[in-house]
């Protein structure tokens, strides 16, 4: 045994130049192919923002005040341009006629529904009321562009609206934007064109699109972001959400590249 540790021994010292050569070049080698990788891998340098994410949108309006008579559509629908969402009267005396027929005709169901027995005199009333009211003028509003039908509030029929009150909305789902916070970091290396991704949270579904950064936008200002792209998937989710009551659209955080960098410049501050 102790011949042999020994001969190892003699064997290391006779050679101990020659191995820490081979250990140095092996090291230098492996330094080398790093400072390689770092130089020629790249990553992205990015910039974030959070906002809504929004359909693009065209609001229906009248330009007088009127009563909506009744609704051709529903919320959710997918109309086409120039059809029919609504009809409405605007003939204030004819609206303020449907409207007391229609709480007469409501205050009387409501005594039939309780059993109240009805007063004859009532039901002439109503008779009467419908004979001398006459048929209003009723026009229609059309949609000016296709998209999905929202209507704001769930507005009901009978109801009477001003010039400034959106009958309805029809939404594009075929684009989408985002008025975005920009985040501090990397905000004054945004610009217009730049790509921008985002991730909706309730589909888990990317959706890229561009930056439109707004000229009077300073560091942490305002971006808009625009998706046209859109995933099937996503249509489908802002269709439902359409339909629905909600009218809550989802935050979303956008990614935004705004340069690349090699490993080398990020870990040594120097690029190339």
Not at 37 to 66: D, F, K, R
Request: glycine share 6%; with cysteine.
């Amino acid at each position: 045994m102790k011949n042999i540790k020994k001969t190892i021994k003699l064997w290391i010292n006779n050679r101990f130049i020659i191995i820490i050569e081979v250990i140095g070049y092996s090291v230098s080698a492996i330094l080398g192919l790093a400072a390689i990788y770092c130089i020629v891998t790249y990553e992205n340098m990015n910039a974030y923002a959070n906002g809504i994410l929004v359909p693009s949108s065209t609001s229906i309006n009248v330009n007088q005040e009127y009563l909506i008579y009744d609704w051709v559509v529903n919320p959710g629908d997918l109309v086409e341009s120039e059809t029919p969402i609504a009809k409405i009267v605007t003939d204030k005396t004819a609206f303020k006629r449907l409207i007391a027929s229609s709480y007469l005709s409501e205050a009387i169901k409501s005594l039939k529904d309780t059993g109240i027995p009805l007063n004859q005199n009532l039901e002439t009333l109503k008779t009467q009321y419908n004979k001398i009211r006459g048929l209003p003028e009723i026009k229609n509003v059309s949609s000016e562009k296709r998209g999905i039908i929202s209507i704001p509030n769930n507005i009901k029929k009978n109801t009477v609206l001003n010039p400034e009150t959106d009958l309805a909305i029809t939404y594009d789902l075929n684009t989408l934007f985002c008025s975005a916070e920009l985040e501090a970091s990397n905000s004054g290396k945004v610009t217009e064109g730049q790509t921008v991704t985002i991730i909706l949270p309730e589909t888990e579904q990317e959706i890229i699109g561009l930056v439109n950064k707004d000229p009077d936008a300073k560091e942490g200002g305002t971006v808009k972001l625009i998706f046209s792209n859109i995933p099937e998937n996503a249509k489908q989710y802002f269709k439902e959400l359409l339909s629905s009551d909600s009218s809550s659209f989802p935050k979303v955080r956008a990614t935004i590249i705004v340069g690349r960098r090699s490993l080398f410049a990020k870990f040594f501050g120097r690029s190339f």
